[in-house]
T-cell receptor
Framework: LAKTTQPISMDSYEGQEVNITCSHNNIATNDYITWYQQFPSQGPRFIIQGYKTKVTNEVASLFIPADRKSSTLSLPRVSLSDTAVYYCLVGDMRADDKIIFGKGTRLHILP | NAGVTQTPKFRVLKTGQSMTLLCAQDMNHEYMYWYRQDPGMGLRLIHYSVGEGTTAKGEVPDGYNVSRLKKQNFLLGLESAAPSQTSVYFC???????????????FGQGTRLTVV
């Protein structure tokens, strides 16, 4: 399992785009990159997953450079309700990898 | 479709008591997980299962036991509760049987356990 490094916390304002970068220097060839969101008193919720280049869904975009040693979660035009902890995970579930969470990034959106 | 359901939602135990937390999923998922989350911390994996009848240790397995007798259920047991086991416990399930993409995990709403 590749170890991940994220900023401990970030602040931003409503309406801005927020980018959270995750470092995973030891990512393996078959590993996928997955991001989860957790609100207080709730279980984490899947946001987005990717292997390379760019992935976009209705919630976020995920940018992965060619070397895959990092990834960036992009949240467009955030609102107060985006205040949460965001976790970056790396692994290959087809290889029975355990889903291991780090401490995540605590994102605080200000009005 | 209920997803992942944890029972109970809250519990207070006295030191030395035992209890079992139940996790049930109705998505026919192969993989199930138990995590604990302490205040201000990330989730730590206690035990997990990659299929019916299988279990494996995670990051912090000591003091806990698990069983997966039925595919849809994953039980977490505390034989002799200690104050250090005061935490919020989350169960999750996921499906990964081939396919091109890895798949997401679905989480329950958590069980808040206090050991006094």
């Amino acid at each position: 399992l590749a170890k991940t490094t994220q900023p401990i916390s970030m602040d931003s304002y409503e309406g801005q785009e927020v980018n959270i970068t995750c470092s995973h220097n030891n990512i393996a060839t078959n590993d996928y990159i997955t991001w989860y969101q957790q609100f207080p008193s709730q279980g984490p919720r899947f946001i987005i997953q990717g292997y390379k280049t760019k992935v976009t869904n209705e919630v976020a975009s995920l940018f992965i450079p060619a070397d895959r040693k990092s990834s960036t979660l992009s949240l467009p035009r955030v609102s107060l309700s985006d205040t949460a902890v965001y976790y970056c995970l790396v692994g290959d579930m087809r290889a029975d990898d355990k889903i291991i969470f780090g401490k995540g990034t605590r994102l605080h959106i200000l009005p | 479709n209920a997803g992942v359901t944890q029972t109970p939602k809250f519990r207070v135990l006295k030191t030395g008591q035992s209890m079992t937390l139940l996790c049930a999923q109705d998505m026919n998922h192969e993989y199930m997980y138990w995590y604990r989350q302490d205040p201000g911390m990330g989730l730590r994996l206690i035990h997990y299962s990659v299929g019916e009848g299988t279990t494996a240790k995670g990051e912090v397995p000591d003091g806990y036991n698990v069983s997966r007798l039925k595919k849809q259920n994953f039980l977490l047991g505390l034989e002799s509760a200690a104050p250090s086991q005061t935490s919020v416990y989350f169960c999750a399930s996921s499906y990964s049987m081939g396919g091109y993409m890895n798949t997401e995990a679905f989480f329950g709403q958590g069980t808040r356990l206090t050991v006094v």
